[in-house]
């Protein structure tokens, strides 16, 4: 039991490790406070498209 906790905890600190640096800098580039606005529009836009399969 001990063992299956220690490699799920290196697995979170090595994936931790090798993705904070990437999300952090795409953090900065896409500036995520315009993301809710974003998928705002993209869920509106994809909800009220009509039928594609029209019999």
Do not use: H, R
């Amino acid at each position: 039991m001990f063992l299956l906790l220690f490699l799920v905890f290196l697995i979170q600190f090595f994936t931790y490790w090798i993705f904070e640096p990437l999300a952090s800098f795409l953090e900065y580039v896409l500036e995520i406070k315009i993301f809710p606005i974003v998928a705002l529009i993209g869920l509106v836009f994809l909800f009220s498209a009509k039928d594609i399969e029209q019999n």
